[in-house]
């Protein structure tokens, strides 16, 4: 019954995605409201879900892979609807619709909405770990985004190819700010959310540690090369994708792995 | 109530015989002369046209004969007079303030000449009620389609070219410096189009330090010694290039320890020069972004091009405001011509 929230938030996302490509069928690529709107709505209903089966659970709905996939979901949303329009990042949303929608659209048509047989007792500590630690993922993924945004723009003035998009992305150096401070943000989250980890009183599976450590470790050496003027914009653009690309494929796998003892 | 309009644009005649026409008669010239009720006059560089309502038909022969008692030369232009009544006279000044019947389609310009020829008419009295709602729905038609089509997108010329794509690559201009090598004019006008934007620090460096001197006192700028030009290059971010040198001054063996100090800083060469001062493949080196005489000018093309697959949209837009118009006013605009003509004199 639940689900029914995320289909129809994943209509919403469609419904963004369509208006964009519409848009850009004309010719004409610019920032619309009805793109904030749809995303906005399309929030609402993944809350609805995420009250609702949380309710259902007696506890943060981060039980199986389906929850998480909707909660990175919407976690996304989350920061997006919070630092896209202060940052003025006008075509954010066009980006971030089709990475919330690809990552519903999995959740809705893979088997993995699998009920823990045994309700598990509820802890603070890991209800905190797992949540902000997935807050810490929606953060990178829109760093992710931005990356996106930032090599597409940056490909157009080094081609001399300027298309209508062009004229609606922001600035080069506006959207790699933007892109420091998401990721100085998901940072933050992250290690709030694996030292928060070693408070839950659980036992710690090796693997689940090795790889947590490992992407906190991948992007701490991303947030380095940036602090130390080493790396190049474009390839911090390239490595936030690269990361939030191996972040997701860590957490299915931490997940797999764990499937049977639910966080 | 006959609304009408006539006039003479670039479409129609050489600057010379506009020129004639500039200026050559008042509003209050125009009402008292041809017993109308409203009228206002928009005299631009490339139109000067005459905008009124009446309770009978005007003809253009009654306007040409004024412009001629108001001190323009003998009429001698008359077929390059148009006259648009009614629907026509609305659909042509919506087209007008929209940009579609500019020389630079899409230019803004002339949204404020003729927002200060209405209000030059208001205040004067000139223009009564219907030249009123007539010109506030040009505006709104004009707003429309500023901001739901491309019309107004993109740099048509190198100077604004540049300055675009220096807003694309940093944002906020005031905290960017600009070295200037070569005193040419397009340098000029690129290094004032930046200056415009915020840029304050403007260097200029040319093997003639008096011309240089001379081009910074110009530009708001401070000049700086021609054999010290490479040292400038580690701190600004804007290179204007546009020297006279045969061989390429700036090559990537010259830039690459200069990037290394500042490898998250991008680098903006605008070379201008011909033959290029300025090696093609600096423009793969990671962070600078370098465009020549030829890629400017392929942007400004590329934004007219942009624009004019505007046109139909923007078009749409305005017919749908000129027959909202008409159906609020219609009764009131009627015509002796025939509704819709948009004739030219040889057709009127």
Same mark, same amino acid.
């Given at each position: 019954m639940d689900r029914q929230f995320i289909l129809l938030s994943t209509l919403c996302y469609l419904g963004a995605i369509a208006h964009t490509l519409a848009t850009f069928r004309d010719g004409i690529f610019r920032p619309r409201r009805f793109n904030f709107f749809a995303i906005a709505l399309g929030f609402v209903f993944q809350s609805a879900f995420l009250y609702l089966r949380g309710h259902a659970l007696g506890?943060?709905? #981060?039980?199986n892979l389906f929850e998480v996939f909707v909660f990175l979901a919407w976690s996304l949303a989350l920061i997006y609807l919070l630092i896209g329009p202060a940052y003025r990042l006008s075509l954010m949303g066009a980006f971030t619709a089709p990475l919330v929608l690809l990552l519903q659209t999995f959740a809705l048509l893979a088997p993995i909405d699998v009920r823990h047989p045994v309700r598990v007792a509820v802890n603070p500590w890991l209800e905190f770990h797992a949540s902000i630690s997935m807050i810490a993922y929606g953060a990178f993924a829109l760093a992710c985004v931005a990356g996106v945004m930032y090599l597409v723009q940056e490909r157009q003035l080094k081609t001399h190819q300027l298309h209508s998009i062009f004229y609606h992305l922001p600035p080069l150096t506006n959207l790699f700010s933007a892109l420091t401070r998401l990721l100085w943000l998901g940072f933050a989250l992250y290690t709030a959310g694996l030292v928060s980890g070693f408070f839950t009183g659980e036992p710690l599976p090796r693997f689940k540690m090795i790889c947590a450590f490992a992407v906190w470790i991948f992007y701490g050496t991303i947030l380095q090369g940036r602090h130390l003027h080493r790396v190049a914009p474009r390839r911090i653009a390239a490595l936030c994708i690269l990361a939030f690309t191996a972040a997701v494929s860590v957490l299915w796998a931490i997940n797999f792995v764990s499937e049977t003892r639910p966080t | 109530m006959n609304l009408f309009c006539i006039g003479i644009s670039h479409h129609t005649a050489n600057v010379e015989t506009r020129e004639r026409y500039a200026g050559a008669c008042s509003e209050e010239a125009v009402r008292s002369a041809m017993g109308c009720r409203e009228a206002l006059l928009l005299t631009t560089c490339n139109r000067v046209e005459v905008y009124g309502s009446a309770e009978k038909p005007i003809a253009i022969e009654d306007v040409l004969q004024l412009l001629q008692r108001c001190g323009a030369d003998e009429i001698e232009n008359a077929n390059a007079f148009y006259r648009h009544d009614g629907e026509a006279c609305a659909e042509h000044l919506f087209r007008v303030v929209a940009g579609?019947?500019?020389? !630079? #389609? +899409? @230019?803004?310009e002339i949204l404020g000449q003729v927002k200060k020829a209405y209000e030059k008419a208001r205040a004067s009295a000139s223009a009564g009620p219907l030249l009123h709602r007539l010109f506030q729905r040009a505006f709104r038609a004009a707003k429309q389609v500023r901001s739901n089509t491309d #019309?107004?997108? +993109? =740099? !048509?010329s190198v100077g604004s070219v540049a300055v675009d794509l220096a807003v694309k690559i940093f944002g906020d201009l005031r905290e960017c410096s600009v070295l200037v090598l070569g005193a040419g004019e397009t340098s000029e006008r690129t290094a004032r189009a930046l200056n415009s934007r915020g840029v304050t620090d403007i260097r200029v460096s040319n093997r003639s330090p008096e011309r240089g001197q001379i081009l910074a006192e110009l530009i708001n700028g401070r000049a700086v010694s021609f054999e010290n030009w490479t040292e400038q290059c580690r701190e600004i971010d804007i290179l204007i290039s546009s020297t006279s =040198? =045969? @061989?390429?001054? !700036?090559t990537p063996q010259l830039l690459a320890p200069m990037l290394r100090s500042r490898p998250d800083r991008p680098l903006f060469i605008i070379d201008i020069a011909v033959p290029r001062d300025v090696a093609p493949d600096v423009n793969d080196m990671e962070g600078v972004y370098l465009y020549d005489i030829d890629s400017l000018q392929s942007i400004a093309e590329q934004s007219l091009a942009l624009r004019r697959q505007q046109i139909s949209a923007a078009e749409k837009i305005i017919a749908e405001h000129v027959a909202d118009f008409a159906a609020r006013f219609g009764g009131r605009t009627s015509v002796s011509p025939p509704l819709n003509t948009r004739a030219l004199t040889s057709e009127s």
């Open positions: 506890r943060c709905p #981060i039980t | 579609l019947d500019s020389m !630079v #389609i +899409g @230019e803004t #019309i107004t997108r +993109g =740099a !048509v =040198a =045969a @061989e390429p001054l !700036v």
